[in-house]
């Protein structure tokens, strides 16, 4: 779906609804960026306890205290005014990127800044923060919890905060045929030829996996999918005409 | 060094100063100032002043400046000093009493 993955470097942005699944994804990032690339990570937490976090990976087989004790993962827990402090990033981060020598970093969440920062302030934070990350060498993944209303339209922020960062992948409720499905789409990824359909996920007893696309209908962004005919797929049209020539 | 039997009593003079220690070292990541240490036991900043400066006393806590905010963190190796002692202590009161 990513075509090779993320560039080094590239700040993502992970945006979605509570229950969507972006800590999970987030923290397999660090995981198999720790036990598969040799990068360790940081992750960084506002309201989630680091306790909590060790005892919800564990139950996808993620043994994170282990990953501490091995010096391949740091898990941070602050508040998000220490990050608008003066040398709050340096004062939080320096020493845990050093003990480690982190190459990945996940901020859970930055929608959190919006408390402690005036609204008119946030976006020049979070280019800051991304400017600092960048500036460590470290690849960045920011979560953004993105309200969704069933059945309705889904803006990922407004504060044009999907201005400043390189890639956005969006994870988002679908209801189909009277169930809640999960699908993810990438919205934004700068330099790549990436895959455009809106894919189903599921979130397993292994962590994120990646199915099919909702190749058979449409409209499931607006929230209100429709099922397309087969005379509907615009590929089977354009083949039936040709063959009628 | 404080003495262990004076320790056990400091460290559990209170429940404040009990949720504080369970706080830091099921969470010894946390790195924050006194009023997000407070918010996460349930309380407001000026109710754990007292019992943060004893625990800042006695090293198990730490403080660096950053702005106008104090960053408290676990100083772990103090941390795991002070436990020491007081099992010690409690080891010996046992067998004392046998």
């Known amino acids: 779906m990513l075509k090779g993955g993320f560039m080094t470097g590239d700040s993502v942005m992970l945006a979605g609804a509570a229950g969507t699944g972006k800590t999970t994804l987030a923290l397999e990032y660090l995981v198999n960026g720790a036990t598969l690339f040799n990068e360790a990570g940081i992750y960084l937490t506002f309201e989630q306890m680091p306790d909590q976090i060790f005892r919800d990976a564990a139950a996808f087989g993620w043994d994170l205290k282990k990953l501490e004790a091995e010096n391949k993962l740091r898990v941070i827990c602050t508040s998000p005014g220490i990050l608008a402090e003066e040398e709050g990033l340096e004062a939080l981060l320096s020493e845990p990127i050093n003990e480690v020598k982190a190459r990945r970093i996940v901020v859970d969440s930055v929608s959190h800044l919006s408390m402690y920062v005036p609204e008119s302030d946030l976006r020049k934070e979070v280019f800051r923060l991304i400017r600092g990350f960048k500036m460590k060498h470290l690849s960045p993944i920011l979560l953004w919890e993105a309200p969704q209303v069933i059945g309705g339209a889904l803006a990922i922020t407004d504060v044009g905060m999907s201005f400043l960062v390189d890639s956005i992948l969006l994870l988002k409720f679908v209801e189909i045929e009277s169930s809640m499905r999960r699908g993810v789409v990438i919205m934004k990824m700068r330099g790549s030829d990436h895959d455009k359909r809106l894919r189903e996920y599921e979130i397993t007893s292994q962590g994120f996996k990646l199915k099919a696309s909702f190749g058979q209908y449409e409209g499931l962004m607006t929230g209100t999918p429709t099922k397309m005919s087969p005379a509907q797929n615009f590929s089977e049209v354009v083949t039936s005409a040709g063959r009628k020539k | ?98």
């Open chain 2, 1 to 98: 060094m404080i003495d262990g039997e004076s320790l056990v009593q400091r460290l559990l003079s209170s429940d404040i100063k009990v949720d504080l220690l369970t706080l830091f070292r099921e969470n010894p990541g946390l790195i924050d100032g006194i009023d997000g240490v407070a918010q996460r036991i349930g309380r407001k900043s000026r109710a754990i002043e007292a019992e943060v400066k004893d625990l800042l006393d006695l090293g198990i806590l730490g403080k660096k400046q950053v702005g106008k905010v104090g960053l408290l963190f676990l100083q772990k190796e103090k941390d795991a000093e002070i436990q020491s002692t007081v099992v010690a202590y409690l080891a010996s009161v046992g067998s004392a009493s046998r």
